[in-house]
């Protein structure tokens, strides 16, 4: 795996190829933090998370179960506040909203799709009625034109042919890319998905995950989908894996031609550095080297260095010390035993 550190803010020059411009984004977090007290005892559910994602990405956010997927999605989605730092979503500050703005954003900037199939879709519609529903209460579009949007995002999401059953009538996967035409009805400029295949079996979720990169590519709304499902990141050009609270590493994926005109599928790995700098390095990486407590860091020309501490090495290390080789078990010389 080659890793790069990928800086999202300040002066120093970004790694060639990634995304994110400072400032810039029509998703914006820093320093995101949600603590959760119950009874007495606080769990910090986002613990400073650093995200940004460009006007038209799609991006999928990957951790395992309670990293903090679902309570980032909630406070995108203006269901929840954040306890601190910033998130601005398509020039909202989801911070400093009030009651008026908040439900305008969530009737008009964003749309969203949910795991449970039976909470994207009123169970006693059909899915035509179902997509109809929000054009209705925005009331934007004029109503001979309703009819016909319902059916073009019907088309557009291969579900044309259930436009007359209800959700119960329905597969799972017609379920959730009926509930895509609804999310996106009123043109919301972002659109946020939170596992939106975890109810379905593979195959269906491939085609689920397939519309959602249909719909982006179509329609330009920025896309957030997060899951614990990695192959997600097939899917899309840039995943971003969250653990404990925080982003730690991006995938960033692309296509190159070679000199024979093949196509080859590239897939490279960063980590995220946050405002003050901090990153956490890949859990492989930890393990492989047995890094723990401390480490020992050198500035070269072009790359940062971390090294273990030299076995029995307690007291923080000395600036003049040179860096040393990493010291295991395999490769310990003569001279340290
Ligand atoms: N309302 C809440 N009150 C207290 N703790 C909460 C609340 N919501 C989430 N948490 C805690 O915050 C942490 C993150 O939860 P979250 O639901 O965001 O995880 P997740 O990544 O979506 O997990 P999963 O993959 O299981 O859906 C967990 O430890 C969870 O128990
Ligand atoms: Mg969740």
Not at 178 to 187: H, P, S
Not at 292 to 302: G, M, W
């Amino acid at each position: 795996m080659s890793t790069t550190i990928e800086l999202t803010d300040g002066g120093a020059p970004a790694a060639a190829g990634t995304p994110g411009t400072p400032g810039g984004g029509e998703i914006r977090c820093a320093d995101l933090v949600r603590i959760f007290a119950t009874d007495g005892v606080e769990v910090q559910a986002l613990q400073g998370l650093t995200l940004t994602v460009e006007p038209g990405e799609i991006v999928a956010v990957v951790g395992a179960s309670g990293s903090g997927k679902s309570t980032l999605l909630t406070i995108l989605s203006g269901l929840d506040t954040p306890t601190g730092g910033s998130a601005v979503v398509a020039g909202t500050d989801l911070l400093t909203m009030g009651h008026t703005e908040r439900v305008r954003y969530q009737r008009s900037t964003v749309g969203f799709v949910w795991q449970q199939t039976s909470r994207n879709l009123l169970p006693y519609l059909t899915a035509s009625e179902n997509v109809r529903l929000p054009l209705e209460l925005a009331g934007t579009l004029p109503r001979r034109e309703r009819a016909r949007r319902v059916e073009a995002l019907l088309e557009l999401l291969e579900v044309g042919h259930v436009a007359g059953r209800r959700p119960g009538e329905m597969s799972g996967g017609e379920q959730q890319r009926t509930a895509i035409a609804v999310a996106v009805a009123n043109n919301p400029r972002v659109l946020l998905a939170d596992e939106p295949t975890g109810e379905l079996d593979e195959a269906t979720s491939v085609e689920v995950l397939e519309a959602l990169r249909g719909v982006n590519r179509e329609t330009g709304v920025t896309t957030l989908i997060v899951t614990h499902d990695p192959t997600v990141s097939e899917h899309v050009a840039r995943t971003v894996q969250i653990r404990d609270g925080r982003t730690s590493t991006e995938t960033l994926r692309r296509t190159e031609v070679d000199e024979h005109g093949a196509e080859r599928h590239v897939a490279e790995e960063f980590a995220v550095v946050d405002r003050v700098g901090r990153l956490q390095l890949p859990q492989e990486f930890v393990h492989a080297l047995d890094l723990r407590d401390r480490v020992r860091l050198a500035l070269e020309p072009d790359h940062v260095g971390v090294w273990p501490a030299a076995p029995g090495q307690t007291a923080e290390p000395s600036p003049l010390v040179e860096p040393v080789e990493t010291r295991t078990a395999e490769n310990r010389t003569e001279e340290d035993r």
